[in-house]
């Protein structure tokens, strides 16, 4: 044992220990790499030789300290980079994106995720603790101590100082090229880290923080209306054909705009041990219109599902739109049908301070607003949230007192993650399924709230019928987000064993994919279209729909030809093509090159890109800057 305790101690004071150490944090940032992003294949051998640059350099200036500071100054660097890692791993496990400064703000809804967390972490992530657990009951079992320095040789002393200028110029030299591209790469947060390494990234990310506005293409109003006039009509020349002639059917129809809680498409006509997961939302789709490729937009809040719906630009960094930027002027939904004579409602059973709602709403003309207090019956509170079904029931009674022409947008909030449905009574009536081997597992809990969100829709549907307004008026659904992790091992079973996924390509498309139908009184029954579209379209279909001035979107009519499909991390989606930083071909998940494709196909490819550039750029502009306020 003392021949240990020695050579414990020689390592811990000497410059041995900083090399163990960097060696260790090289490989916790591998096992986060192929944890998370690398999972898509985007972690390149630069990538990796600008980790252990960033790693060693830094902890080799420490030297220059004396033992005792240098010793616990590269322990806290050695948690500090720790815990990063570990939240980045469980972020990246909850919404297939890395945490970002600008989420600092939102700590106030960290309740959003911290129900989440405990299901996602797993015993493997106490890789990034082991070295300091041990570290720990070194210390306290007193196995080893930090010894006094003695007085170093000026020789020495000379060799550190040198030591300490090459690491802060090499450390310039590399990072400062590997944080530039983490800027330049400022939409896609995996080819970021790329580029730049995780640690490039939040440098990066600090960097963008404050420097927002500059990161804005357009300045000014005239510009930015300019180039969007000129992609509008670029898409009016190559995609206004209309592919169903749906025109004007919903004139002065009543409509009910329903946002599902986390309901993804994959479950959509799926059986688990013999039963239907959402029984009710198929008989829904398969008796009116299901849009069977409608994709969120990429980040996972309800916030940012509203927000696309409602003023058809993509939203910024998770539930910022609403957070930060709630004061906005957009030509919103509800304004489009407030000027057309139409009573405008929005009914959602949380509290109206959740995701700043109560701000974002109350600027909008809204005839009617109702949050969780406002509802009488509060009896069943799922989540801490009104019980989908108590939601619909009183929906429907305030709906039946309202002026036609209407337009109400429910917010569901039952199937919220954690999914496993605390609050909720009768359960054994309520939830039909037996999930067999997923049974208290995240995912099993996640098709049981799915489970129950369709049981409550059923009690709407009925509701409406009842109250004999079901037959002549307009009800569209859809998904607000994912309610599963892209990486969820039992989530690509349940795709695999159904024959929906067969490569990786598949899994990244169905991930983003939500559940979607339409019912349109007077359109044809049991249509499926398997377009793609996403939630910026909403605003300006129903323009089509209903005959009413649309005003600003950078969505479009889904009813017409448009083939792609943009989302706000740099993904673009076809039915024949998938972009992640790099072109896949849907079909066998295999990469394209674009410089071996005949020139048709690729210029076709370049222009999707160009498209999504365009589109991001006038959204981040107008979120960023306010645009849409400065008009004359």
Not at 482 to 495: A, I, Q, S
Not at 535 to 555: Q, V
Not at 568 to 594: K, S
């Amino acid at each position: 044992m003392e021949k240990v305790k020695e050579v414990l101690n020689k390592i811990l004071n000497s410059k041995i220990f900083i090399i163990v150490i960097g060696i260790l944090l090289v490989l916790k940032t591998m096992f986060f790499y192929i944890n998370t992003v690398n999972s898509a294949n985007v972690i390149k051998v630069e990538t990796i030789l600008g980790t252990i640059v960033f790693i060693l350099v830094l902890l080799c200036t420490l030297n220059i300290l004396p033992n005792k500071s240098k010793i616990i100054t590269i322990l806290i660097i050695n948690f500090i980079i720790s815990s990063i890692l570990f939240a980045d791993n469980l972020y990246y496990l909850h919404s297939s994106n890395i945490i970002s400064v600008e989420q600092i703000s939102n700590l106030k809804y960290s309740e959003e995720i911290k129900n989440t967390l405990p299901n996602l972490a797993n015993i493997s992530h106490i890789i990034y603790f082991l070295d300091l657990i041990i570290i720990f009951i070194l210390f306290i079992t007193r196995l080893i101590k930090i010894e006094k320095q003695e007085n170093r040789k000026l020789k020495n002393r000379k060799l550190d100082i040198s030591i300490f200028i090459i690491g802060i110029i090499l450390f310039t030299l590399v990072e400062t090229r590997y944080i530039k591209k983490g800027i330049d790469n400022s939409w896609n947060k995996n080819d970021q880290i790329t580029a730049a390494t995780i640690y490039g990234y939040h440098i990066s990310d600090v960097i963008n923080f404050f420097n927002l506005q500059n990161k804005a293409k357009y300045e000014k109003y005239e510009e930015m209306i300019l180039e969007y006039n000129n992609l509008k009509s670029e898409y009016k020349e190559k995609y206004s054909q209309e592919q169903y002639n749906y025109k004007n059917i919903l004139e002065n129809k009543n409509i009910i705009i329903l946002q599902l809680e986390s309901v993804q498409e994959f479950v959509a006509h799926k059986t688990i041990n013999g039963k239907e997961i959402t029984p009710n939302l198929n008989k829904f789709l398969d008796e009116n219109i299901e849009f069977t490729n409608m994709h969120m937009q990429s980040y996972s809040s309800t916030a940012d599902s509203e927000h696309s719906v409602v003023t058809s630009t993509y939203p910024l960094e998770n539930g910022m739109s609403y957070s930060k930027y709630f004061a906005n002027t957009y030509d919103n939904l509800f304004e489009m049908f407030y000027k057309s004579n139409y009573y405008t409602s929005y009914m959602h059973g949380n509290v109206g301070t959740f995701w700043n709602r109560e701000n974002v709403y109350s600027r909008m003309n809204i005839y009617d607003i109702k949050f969780i207090e406002d509802f009488e019956d509060q009896s069943e509170m799922i989540s801490g949230y009104l019980a989908d079904e108590l939601l619909y029931k009183q929906a429907v009674k305030d709906i039946q007192e309202y002026n036609a022409p209407y337009i109400s947008f429910l917010v569901a909030a039952s199937s919220h993650t954690g999914f496993d449905l605390p609050g909720i009574q009768n359960r054994e009536q309520k939830i039909n399924i037996d999930v067999g081997e997923y049974k208290d597992t995240y995912f099993g809990n996640y098709l049981e709230a799915v489970n129950y969100a369709d049981y409550a829709f059923g009690i709407l549907i009925d509701e409406l019928k009842k109250a004999g307004l079901y037959e002549d008026m307009a009800i569209i659904i859809y998904g607000d987000h994912n309610g599963v992790g892209m990486y969820d091992e039992h989530f690509r079973k349940f795709l695999k064993d159904n024959k929906t996924a067969e490569h990786e390509i598949d899994y990244e498309i169905a991930y983003s994919r939500v559940l979607c139908g339409m019912k349109l009184p007077g359109a044809e029954k049991n249509q499926k279209i398997d377009k793609m579209i996403n939630k910026l379209d909403l605003k300006p279909t129903l323009a089509y729909l209903c005959n009413i001035e649309d005003g600003f979107s950078l969505g479009t009519n889904i009813f017409e030809s448009k083939d792609f499909i943009c989302l706000n991390n740099e993904r673009i989606i076809t039915q024949d093509y998938y972009y992640n930083g790099n072109w896949y071909n849907v079909q066998t998940g295999e990469q394209i090159n674009l410089e071996e494709l005949p020139q048709e196909q690729k210029e076709k490819l370049e222009n999707y890109y160009n498209y999504m550039k365009r589109e991001l750029d006038i959204s981040f502009s107008i979120n960023i800057n306010d645009l849409l306020s400065k008009r004359d």
